[in-house]
């Protein structure tokens, strides 16, 4: 997405042999009406200050001021329709981001709802309420074969509903705290170092699992036990017989099975892309490597503590902690236990990455498109307005 641009001027300082004024650029996030706004720093007097407030420091000013025709050439009703896509310029940069996260997860999920039905299968066989399973694990062929037996076609998106309704807050609070994060790490540089990511994505991570973890306990109930038709059947039979608590089991697993894996998804995504040539980033292949390969090693280094989670999530389970969960699992299963199904959530990850992405690029491109729309509506109209003056 392009940088939008501002112009910052200021007043060298008096006991200085130089004098004058001057100006560059800088990346400014404003409104549509506020693109052309002048950041200007001037004496300890602010006398010059424009419209606006300003921080002051030893020996400057800096206040923000909206030029005063911006809002005249503002582009008309009939411009508007006329130019539909200007339209979006209107909508704040965080909405609509929100919207292209919540669409994209939502649409991906829908895509790879199979296989993390089958994943959750092979990660909880045996330990489902009422079943005493003289094999100890299944594979994934016999997952497939299993739940197309038993449920048929519908049974590879059951509980699909409930994480499409989770994924979307999810999201959404997932993003703006990795954003906000991102800002309290930064050093007295400005800059954000690869600790102050790996931090941002920990506690991004986090804040987001705990605020959505009800929908997925609710999600998982709704998969792997019989008998169960709807998500409100699932809520209200566990506030009847197990209480509000239940909704929270495995909680702790789970913040310290996300926080590593979002740290260094992030991190991983955010360093490979920096490091790759301009041309490619900007290309939506670039992404998509990037997510793919960031992706997979976090999945590698943190699918144990998810297979722990899942288990410990399930009524019945024996393990009460995460110290009991993993010799218990390594004793039943063996080392391998712990990556039980994750085959099928590897495989997942192409389809995953690509869907987000991409539908997370084209709408960014769009909301660009829609600026310099924007932009050029107001441009037209203020050479109009010259035009006439002159005349």
């Given at each position: 997405m392009e940088e939008e641009k501002a112009v910052l001027s200021w007043l060298n300082i008096s006991n200085l042999k130089a004098s004058g004024c001057s100006v560059f650029e800088i990346v400014l996030d404003r409104e549509p009406l506020l693109k052309n706004a002048r950041l200007c720093v001037n004496g300890t007097d602010g006398s010059k200050g424009g419209r606006g407030g300003g921080i002051r420091c030893n020996f400057s000013c800096i206040s923000v001021a909206e030029r005063g025709d911006q809002r005249e050439f503002a582009p008309s009703t009939a411009q508007l329709l006329k130019h539909p896509l200007a339209i979006i310029a209107f909508v704040p940069k965080d909405v609509s981001l929100f919207a292209a996260g919540a669409i994209a997860?939502?649409?991906?999920?829908?895509?790879?709802?199979?296989?993390?039905?089958?994943?959750?299968?092979?990660?909880?066989?045996?330990?489902?309420?009422?079943?005493?399973?003289?094999?100890?694990?299944?594979?994934?062929?016999?997952?497939?074969?299993?739940?197309?037996?038993?449920?048929?076609?519908?049974?590879?998106?059951?509980?699909?509903?409930?994480?499409?309704?989770?994924?979307?807050?999810?999201?959404?609070?997932?993003?703006?705290?990795?954003?906000?994060?991102?800002?309290?790490?930064?050093g007295k540089d400005g800059e954000l170092s690869v600790i102050g990511r790996l931090a941002a994505g920990a506690c991004a991570g986090m804040t987001s699992t705990f605020i959505t973890y009800p929908l997925d306990v609710l999600r998982l109930r709704l998969a792997v036990e019989p008998g169960y038709r709807t998500m409100t059947e699932v809520a209200l039979n566990m506030l009847r017989e197990e209480g509000v608590a239940s909704f929270y089991y495995g909680l702790g697993p789970s913040l310290i099975g996300i926080a590593p894996y979002i740290a260094v998804n992030f991190c991983v995504f955010d360093l490979v892309k920096k490091s790759l040539p301009e041309n490619i980033q900007k290309k939506a292949e670039g992404s998509l490597v990037t997510a793919l390969v960031s992706a997979s090693l976090a999945t590698l280094t943190c699918y144990p503590?998810?297979?722990?989670?899942?288990?410990?999530?399930?009524?019945?389970?024996?393990?009460?902690?995460?110290?009991?969960?993993?010799?218990?699992?390594?004793?039943?299963?063996?080392?391998?236990g712990l990556y039980r199904g994750f085959l099928p959530n590897a495989l997942k990850t192409l389809p995953n990455s690509s869907i987000r992405l991409t539908t997370y690029d084209m709408v960014k491109r769009v909301i660009a498109a829609s600026e310099k729309e924007f932009q050029r509506i107001m441009e037209e109209n203020r050479n109009k307005q010259n035009q006439t003056a002159s005349d």
């Amino acid at each position: 997405m392009e940088e939008e641009k501002a112009v910052l001027s200021w007043l060298n300082i008096s006991n200085l042999k130089a004098s004058g004024c001057s100006v560059f650029e800088i990346v400014l996030d404003r409104e549509p009406l506020l693109k052309n706004a002048r950041l200007c720093v001037n004496g300890t007097d602010g006398s010059k200050g424009g419209r606006g407030g300003g921080i002051r420091c030893n020996f400057s000013c800096i206040s923000v001021a909206e030029r005063g025709d911006q809002r005249e050439f503002a582009p008309s009703t009939a411009q508007l329709l006329k130019h539909p896509l200007a339209i979006i310029a209107f909508v704040p940069k965080d909405v609509s981001l929100f919207a292209a996260g919540a669409i994209a997860g939502a649409a991906s999920k829908t895509f790879t709802a199979p296989l993390d039905r089958i994943k959750l299968l092979m990660q909880t066989h045996g330990l489902r309420v009422g079943q005493e399973s003289t094999k100890k694990a299944i594979g994934f062929i016999e997952a497939i074969t299993m739940i197309g037996k038993e449920e048929g076609i519908k049974g590879y998106w059951k509980g699909n509903l409930p994480q499409v309704i989770r994924v979307i807050p999810y999201s959404a609070v997932q993003l703006f705290a990795y954003e906000t994060y991102k800002k309290l790490f930064r050093g007295k540089d400005g800059e954000l170092s690869v600790i102050g990511r790996l931090a941002a994505g920990a506690c991004a991570g986090m804040t987001s699992t705990f605020i959505t973890y009800p929908l997925d306990v609710l999600r998982l109930r709704l998969a792997v036990e019989p008998g169960y038709r709807t998500m409100t059947e699932v809520a209200l039979n566990m506030l009847r017989e197990e209480g509000v608590a239940s909704f929270y089991y495995g909680l702790g697993p789970s913040l310290i099975g996300i926080a590593p894996y979002i740290a260094v998804n992030f991190c991983v995504f955010d360093l490979v892309k920096k490091s790759l040539p301009e041309n490619i980033q900007k290309k939506a292949e670039g992404s998509l490597v990037t997510a793919l390969v960031s992706a997979s090693l976090a999945t590698l280094t943190c699918y144990p503590l998810d297979t722990v989670r899942r288990q410990m999530q399930m009524r019945g389970t024996p393990y009460k902690t995460v110290l009991d969960a993993f010799p218990g699992i390594v004793a039943r299963d063996g080392i391998i236990g712990l990556y039980r199904g994750f085959l099928p959530n590897a495989l997942k990850t192409l389809p995953n990455s690509s869907i987000r992405l991409t539908t997370y690029d084209m709408v960014k491109r769009v909301i660009a498109a829609s600026e310099k729309e924007f932009q050029r509506i107001m441009e037209e109209n203020r050479n109009k307005q010259n035009q006439t003056a002159s005349d």
